[in-house]
T-cell receptor
Framework: EAAVTQSPRSKVAVTGGKVTLSCHQTNNHDYMYWYRQDTGHGLRLIHYSYVADSTEKGDIPDGYKASRPSQENFSLILELASLSQTAVYFC???????????FGEGTRLSVL | GQQVKQSSPSLTVQEGGISILNCDYENDMFDYFAWYKKYPDNSPTLLISVRSNVDKREDGRLTVFLNKSGKHFSLHITASQPEDTAVYLCAAGAGTGSKLSFGKGAKLTVSP
């Protein structure tokens, strides 16, 4: 069964610390996405990738880096976490642009 | 800026009525349009999607209307039920590069 797995499911980080959110898919999908969800903002695209070893900037990339070391794995990296990055983060994958993305369960990040 | 806009953040409909949710987009290159349903603390789930080569698509109680010249698409839910109460997110993307952007969401409340 197709699946997108995010880890951790929740995390508390300190301001200025480094945070890495991981996403793993077993669907053989080429396209992977990182979104953040905030009240009043819906889902906003941070970074995405359509092939291993390559990433693209989304609509709100500032303060975030992404890494796609393999087709299955896509990480979101906060080098210097800030209070404003407290949010729920969703990873998604899909096989091609004609297909709806499959979402992971989300990671709740709190930066204190 | 926001590539996909949902101007009405909330909507209340009587049970049995028609719910109409609207979405506007800016990018002429968008050729994939979708509506998602989302509950708090859950990941979005796809309801219905269309490509730009059709103006309308029906699936049970759901209908998507696409107006390409007006850069607008909408979701109509007939015979609305209390279990339809949720946040609805519209999404649009372009095949090339496969960037997929979401609106802020609209909360639909169906009252008995």
């Amino acid at each position: 069964e197709a699946a997108v797995t995010q880890s951790p499911r929740s995390k508390v980080a300190v301001t200025g610390g480094k945070v890495t959110l991981s996403c793993h898919q077993t669907n053989n999908h080429d396209y992977m996405y990182w979104y953040r969800q905030d009240t009043g903002h819906g889902l906003r695209l941070i970074h995405y990738s359509y092939v291993a070893d390559s990433t693209e900037k989304g609509d709100i990339p500032d303060g975030y880096k992404a890494s796609r070391p393999s087709q299955e794995n896509f990480s979101l990296i906060l080098e210097l976490a800030s209070l404003s990055q407290t949010a729920v983060y969703f990873c998604a994958s899909r096989w091609d642009p004609n297909q709806a993305p499959l979402f992971g369960e989300g990671t709740r990040l709190s930066v204190l | 800026g926001q590539q996909v806009k949902q101007s009405s953040p909330s909507l209340t409909v009587q049970e049995g009525g028609i719910s109409i949710l609207n979405c506007d987009y800016e990018n002429d290159m968008f050729d994939y349009f979708a509506w998602y349903k989302k509950y708090p603390d859950n990941s979005p789930t796809l309801l219905i999607s269309v490509r730009s080569n059709v103006d309308k698509r029906e699936d049970g109680r759901l209908t998507v209307f696409l107006n390409k010249s007006g850069k607008h698409f909408s979701l109509h839910i007939t015979a609305s039920q209390p279990e339809d109460t949720a946040v609805y997110l519209c999404a649009a993307g372009a095949g090339t590069g496969s960037k997929l952007s979401f609106g802020k969401g609209a909360k639909l409340t169906v009252s008995p």
